[in-house]
């Protein structure tokens, strides 16, 4: 069998034999917390990448980080899968491994049958023996200073099911008890000094069996059929995924989800580097609640849980419609066995509607070419809510990342007549869904034709600095892009600014394109970047350290991925880990060399009755778009559905014709009037 | 036969009905440049639409504006369709009606035979006897003070093409030829003080003829085919669509192209008010480059040319794909003629991807649903450019205005080696795209769940005024949405304000939701708004006074329709037209009130070579969203794709399972690797 390619994630192969020298080393009382390749290092994956026949493959290592049971002593360590031994093994001290699965799983028994929350429960309002209608999402506790980060602690948000088939968002309970890991004990209770008993209004479920009693579904849409007879465009050869001159690896790790790696452009036969690694690396969810204890709920779903490990297994035509690969993920079980999350990334087509047209007015002559994109997307359940990360790639070299938010609001108790202070909405009686962002946080790490030696630069829409009537402007219209470059990590940290309609373009400065003059480019266009609003200083911004500004740059640095901190759960902020850390005095430079951007971009939600039970998505895109990289329109080449040159409409002949024979007209129901069908 | 809806545009034997009563009244000798329905008198309108059995049709009365041959003279007349009458006929002075295709197509002709262009040609480097190879875009002049208003102008931008079917843009010259419409004559020509030649660069064009001589066309892509086997889901009854609880009237004008009027949404069987009106009401493209005559390239595509004049004649399977609806416009030829644009408004259905989605990490209950789209569309040409214009409705409620920005950037010659000082991007050798901005104004007519008594707030994402450590805000993570109602037309000019995602909330306060015990309105949410870069003072600063601000809101008046003016072709913006005139002191109150808002949104745009010789298309969309509007998610009626409670999960029966079954799965390539399919 031949070897893997150096980006692949474990096979289930690999993670059984990485589990195995662990073991054999260390013991069987272990839990696995993580067990993934290590990103190859740069040096030696560039190296390989140039001249795969001749340069050395690079060092095949796994990451693992385990929790000693019943110590509870964390340890982070490298395992050689070339060499079949361990690498490094490190005893971590106050710091606490991403949380798993089984792990919030496990929550809700202890929760059930401990007293004092059983206590707490009745004086809710429910009866003792309906303790298996009690839920909790359990998220680990962010931060909290009574307990620090020594304790490996989740907070349990509590909820009630009066019958299984209840949303539990709908009946949230007041209190919030605190799950020791170690102990695998309730620990301490938060009970608010206003007490809210549970809130019984009639449920609004969403499940068909409710929507039944609710008088069913409508019976007016029509099937859509998408349908490819003869087969896709793209091609997937291991992980690598080629499509209309893209060409990347695609991954999956427990922690990002999606990774791409060597994203190329063919341009012409040229195939030219673009990216050396995309993907979203964090993301924070602050709610704006200030009552204790809901400062904690600050989420950073991918370094805390994993979207990787969140992710959900996709379904044929219902995910998504078409023609459809999938791609399967293998993830470690806490006792060292393998999870596989079957359909875990799903790759399809869709048409994109008109990719360019024009029509001559004169006389006619007109061209109109249709558009197609691949999407590359994986879904995860974070709790209450689901995040559809969709990458789209365009035909014209655009890269769209996409970003659909599902799922249910996270929710609290409302007493009647209560005041929500503006902190939350009532989105139904008795519910409170608390105001909150979603930050995400993508790393970027260009390397736009070739060598790795890149620069940003701001890009700023300006008007003349000259004045209305003055020779250079003399009625007032000039403008212009000014750019501005980066020069260090310091100034690298820059915001958007919508007087400006800001972008910031990663430059290659060595390769000038031949007619424009300027530097061979990609810009980014992001217009959904919501400031962090939890204040400086506070615990958020203390441990979200990458979301203070919509982009961070560095200089490339192996191990640097992840801007909240390697090991997230119960960061107290001081210092703040990662990006932080990186960016240090802020005088390296980053012009000319191997950058990584960390864009932070998102959302802020007040939430509405709309957006309960469940919420109809809420889309939200960005666009990398290559600008100078081209010689040229770079699509001209795709076959247009119609095309007819000046000449041709005199001539009357010669028309190119691939117009959609599968399309058809519908005729309108009266048809009476003369300017209808 | 039925009268026709008093919303419906003018059918052709209308607009026949019209111009022959003018006729006979005014004489032969007239040219017509506007002859379409006047909106009805809204309070007529509204008594008529809440009782249409009951109250008297509103009356039916056409707008004309016309020159007379060969005075020149511009009457501006209504004309009694009901009645076979003209109720007005008023003589215009220093107002230029909107320009006609016929006129623009017409210069081309005089500018070829005109003595001091053919000199000015040979002057380039153009042979005397290949004036046939000369072409021109006529625009109107916009204004230039040389010649004021009361003489019809348009500039003509100079072309070249050395083969009929080469693209004119790549061969510019230098000069600028000024017609007079009045004298049928060019009446002056531009001469820059640096003279470019005609730079003859290999032609590279962008039909199928020229793409056979680089290679043909590129061989990879598979057909999508989407078809509608049981037809669509939306009805059309003339011009009334309804579609997933939307219902609209559908109007088409000269001027705004699509006009959507009285949309409404029947929310459990009650037909609950949106908007009264909707559309594109202006836009202007000012371009960036100061250098003389180019400031005067700013074109009013609504105003001066008219979308609807411009309005493509839309293909089956072309510029959509599925099953496609079509709608005619009938516009008047300018003796007085009907010229039908076939096909010019298209309707048709789109899968949307997730509509929602949750799954229950805990036990694996599931719902997905599929969300479907309505899209309406009209795409016109200006001269150069393609604008797509998309309303695409959702389900949920949320209306998204979406355009798409393609066809040729406008072009300007320049020398080798000689510099654009940032004002322009050489595209080509020889080929200088200048900087331009597209800047849309949509126009709002909000009546929110009826009785045309609405609101503005500002919507601004503010943090605690709180400080961290203080009682209130202990944690420093509170943060809320901020309102502020605008009291007046002076307090609803306002501008976007990214550090706090603002948004703007159409409000009906006098209607409470009974959960959030806010207000029912409708939130604009929309990101590309660039400011207008022409300076306070500046010519276009005057005349395109709308873009001064993103948003303004004034009270509901009959006729305040266009906010540069109802006549827009050579105003000076001394004073400035329209908005500012209804804005007036800034005293009107706009609280509880019949409003309108007047959005501006688009693009600033740098060409780069990608957007040669023809551009992809540049997406940008704003979003009209629900807020506090219905009780609940309004669709959780829509047929899910899937869907299983815990019980069912348990019990291993009664799921739903509705997935498309045409979708299929693909096996990828290699499929040799164990965690691929």
Redesign the interface.
């Known amino acids: ?2 070897p ?1 390619h150096p980006f ?2 474990l ?3 690999e993670i059984e034999a990485v589990v195995s020298l662990v073991k054999k080393a260390h013991g069987e009382g272990l839990l696995f917390h993580v067990v993934t390749a290590q990103e190859p290092r740069k040096a030696a994956m560039t190296a390989w990448l140039a001249a795969p026949a001749v340069a050395p493959r690079p060092a095949r290592v796994a990451e693992v980080v385990v929790i000693s049971n019943p110590s509870g002593t964390v340890y982070d360590g490298l395992v050689s899968l070339d060499e079949s031994k361990i690498l490094s093994w490190e005893q971590l001290e106050g710091e606490q491994p991403i949380i798993l ?1 089984e792990e ?2 496990h929550v ?1 028994e202890v929760v059930r049958k401990d007293p004092a929350v059983i206590e707490q429960c009745v004086l809710s309002g429910i009866a003792r023996e309906d303790m298996h209608k009690v ?1 909790c999402d359990p998220w680990t506790i962010g931060y909290d200073e009574r307990f620090g980060n020594k304790v490996r602690l989740q907070q349990a948000l509590m909820y009630y099911r009066p019958d ?2 209840n949303t539990q968002y709908q009946y949230p309970l007041d209190f919030c008890p605190i799950y020791d890991g170690n102990k695998d004990a309730i620990v301490a209770i938060d009970i608010p000094k206003q007490r809210r008993p549970l809130q019984l209004f009639a449920p ?1 479920d ?4 409710a ?1 039944y009693k ?5 019976k ?14 793209f ?5 690598i995924v080629s499509w ?1 001159n893209f060409k990347f690896h695609l991954g999956f790790n427990y922690r990002e989800g999606v990774v791409f790696n060597n994203i190329t452009f063919n341009d012409q036969g040229n195939e030219r580097d673009l990216f050396y690694r995309m993907s979203l690396v964090e993301m924070v969810v ?5 009552e ?1 204890p ?2 904690r709920k ?1 989420a950073f779903d991918l370094g805390e849980y994993g979207a990787g490990y ?1 992710a ?1 297994s996709l ?16 993830m470690p079980t806490r006792v060292g066995g393998v999870r ?1 999350i079957k359909n875990a990334i799903c790759i ?4 994109d ?7 001559d ?2 006389d006619d ?1 007109t ?2 070419t ?3 994109k691949l999407i590359v997307q994986s ?1 995860f ?1 974070a ?1 209450n809510y ?1 995040y ?1 990360v969709q990458w789209i790639f ?5 890269i769209e990342p996409n970003i ?1 938010l ?3 609001l996270n929710t609290y108790v409302l007493l009647p007549g209560e005041d929500t202070h ?2 939350g ?5 008795g ?1 409170n869904a608390h ?1 909150h ?1 979603h930050l995400f946080c993508m790393r970027i790490n260009p390397n736009l034709d070739g060598g790795h030696q890149n620069s940003v630069f701001l ?1 700023d ?4 600095e ?3 009537g003055s020779a ?10 000014k750019r501005t470059r980066l020069e260090t990590t310091g100034e690298g940290a820059t915001d ?4 400006t ?1 800001r972008t910031w373009d990663m430059v290659n400065e060595s390769k000038i ?1 031949p ?4 530097a061979a480019s990609y810009k980014l266009v992001s ?5 962090l ?9 203390k441990r979200a350290a990458f979301a203070r500004h919509t982009m961070h740059v560095t200089k490339y640095a192996d191990d640097q991925l992840y801007p909240a901190g390697r090991h997230v759960p119960q960061t107290s902020g001081e210092p703040s880990k990662g990006l932080p850390e990186w960016i240090g005095d802020g005088k390296d430079s980053i012009v000319n060399t191997d950058i990584v951007l960390w864009h932070t971009f998102g959302l ?1 939600h ?1 939430p ?10 809420e889309p939200m895109m960005l666009l990398l ?23 041709q409409v ?1 001539a009357k002949k010669d028309v ?1 014709d691939a ?12 048809g ?6």
């Open positions: 069998m031949a893997p692949d994630p096979s289930p192969a699965m919030l799983q809700e839920y299984i088939d609004l969403y499940h068909h069996i929507q609710r008088g069913g579904f409508r007016d849409l029509k099937p859509i059929n998408i349908t490819q007879p003869e087969g896709v465009s091609g997937i050869d291991g992980n209309q602050p709610y704006g609640n200030p204790h809901h400062q600050h969140m959900n379904s044929l035509g219902c995910d998504c419609k078409g023609s459809i690969s999938y791609i399967d993920a293998a596989t399809h087509e869709e048409d509607g008109i990719l360019f047209k024009h029509t007015f004169r002559s061209i109109v249709r558009a197609r879904i359940t709790a689901e559809a365009h035909q014209d070299g655009t659909r599902t799922g249910i503006g902190w909405t009532q989105v139904y009686p519910v105001n962002q890009s829409a300006c008007a003349s000259e004045p209305v250079g402007n003399y009625y007032g219209n000039g403008f212009y892009a958007y600014d919508w007087t309609m394109h007619y424009s003059g300027k217009r959904e970047v919501p400031q609003l939890p204040k400086e200083g506070s615990l958020v911004w802020t007040f509405a009755p709309e957006d309960y039970p469940v919420m109809p998505a778009r290559p600008r100078h990289f081209f010689l040229s329109n770079p699509v001209m080449d795709v076959p247009p559905s119609y095309s007819i040159t000046p000449s005199l190119y117009t959609d024979k599968m399309s058809k007209l519908v005729v309108s129901s009266s009476s009037c003369c300017s209808k069908l």
